[in-house]
């Protein structure tokens, strides 16, 4: 049994090692950059978070999520993955994604297997946020140490939860005029109960989409919105 889960997730690897997200729809106009408004130009920053895989005790993919600390400035309390903005020294994604994690919950990197980046996304601040895939093939051999103040719990969750109806409930929103349909998710562990939406439910049905190679049991309606053009147009999701 044991061998043929390895085998699994071996394949699963190189599987994902071939997986090439189309370009970025928030990369910006270089074309732009020598107009006299150059200054003024609105240049998003750039985050990664960390889908991080592991195989659970009767074979199923299993994702890491973390519960944000209460005392955070912004998504305080929410469910998020581990990740956060960009440093100069961070190498590419991958790093971000990998050190972040290191911060956040302790996770080593020489643990996680990264085999892919996922289609880039835009957060309600319009911070352009990359899903780098990492597969942990040992679970036994994380230690979780939490960063108290970034991180109030870790737990974990089936990665192909997101994509049945199950467990989902879903609203009709609309920003930068376009609609878009928001998607919750509630998971209980225990006597624990979990509320997983917005941007990481987006981006955990978009990967369990791409690991299990089908389309979600409902419809995701998601849309890609236009960059303002210029800071002074700038304005976050409200």
């Given at each position: 049994?044991?061998?043929?889960?390895?085998?699994?997730?071996?394949?699963?690897?190189?599987?994902?090692?071939?997986?090439?997200?189309?370009?970025?729809?928030?990369?910006?106009?270089?074309?732009?950059?020598?107009?006299?408004?150059?200054?003024?130009?609105?240049?998003?920053?750039?985050?990664?978070?960390?889908?991080?895989?592991?195989?659970?005790?009767?074979?199923?993919?299993?994702?890491?999520?973390?519960?944000?600390?209460?005392?955070?400035?912004?998504?305080?309390?929410?469910?998020?993955?581990?990740?956060?903005?960009?440093?100069?020294?961070?190498?590419?994604?991958?790093?971000?994604?990998?050190?972040?994690?290191?911060?956040e919950i302790g996770l080593d990197s020489t643990l996680v297997t990264v085999v892919s980046?996922?289609?880039?996304?835009?957060?309600?601040?319009?911070?352009v946020v990359v899903p780098v895939v990492g597969i942990l093939s040992d679970i036994q051999?994380?230690?979780?140490?939490?960063?108290?103040?970034?991180?109030?719990?870790?737990?974990?969750?089936?990665?192909?939860?997101?994509?049945?109806?199950?467990?989902?409930?879903?609203?009709?929103r609309e920003w930068m005029g376009q609609e878009f349909t928001l998607h919750h998710f509630?998971?209980?562990?225990?006597?624990?109960?979990?509320?997983?939406?917005?941007?990481?439910?987006?981006?955990?049905?978009?990967?369990?989409?791409?690991?299990?190679?089908?389309?979600?049991?409902?419809?995701?309606?998601?849309?890609?919105?236009?960059?303002?053009?210029?800071?002074?147009?700038?304005?976050?999701?409200?």
């Amino acid at each position: 049994m044991g061998g043929e889960l390895g085998r699994n997730i071996e394949a699963l690897i190189q599987r994902l090692r071939l997986h090439q997200p189309p370009p970025s729809p928030y990369s910006g106009d270089p074309s732009t950059a020598a107009t006299p408004a150059a200054a003024e130009l609105f240049r998003p920053r750039r985050a990664a978070v960390l889908v991080c895989l592991f195989q659970g005790a009767a074979g199923e993919l299993r994702v890491l999520l973390t519960k944000r600390a209460s005392s955070l400035s912004t998504h305080s309390g929410e469910v998020a993955l581990p990740g956060g903005k960009a440093d100069e020294g961070d190498a590419d994604d991958a790093a971000t994604a990998l050190r972040e994690a290191k911060e956040e919950i302790g996770l080593d990197s020489t643990l996680v297997t990264v085999v892919s980046s996922l289609e880039h996304f835009l957060s309600k601040h319009l911070l352009v946020v990359v899903p780098v895939v990492g597969i942990l093939s040992d679970i036994q051999a994380f230690k979780p140490v939490l960063n108290v103040g970034e991180v109030d719990d870790i737990f974990d969750v089936p990665l192909e939860m997101f994509l049945k109806d199950e467990h989902r409930t879903s609203e009709e929103r609309e920003w930068m005029g376009q609609e878009f349909t928001l998607h919750h998710f509630n998971y209980e562990k225990g006597n624990k109960k979990y509320k997983i939406w917005g941007l990481t439910a987006g981006i955990l049905i978009h990967a369990a989409s791409v690991v299990y190679q089908r389309p979600p049991d409902f419809a995701e309606r998601r849309v890609q919105f236009n960059l303002p053009k210029y800071s002074k147009e700038y304005s976050s999701m409200p």
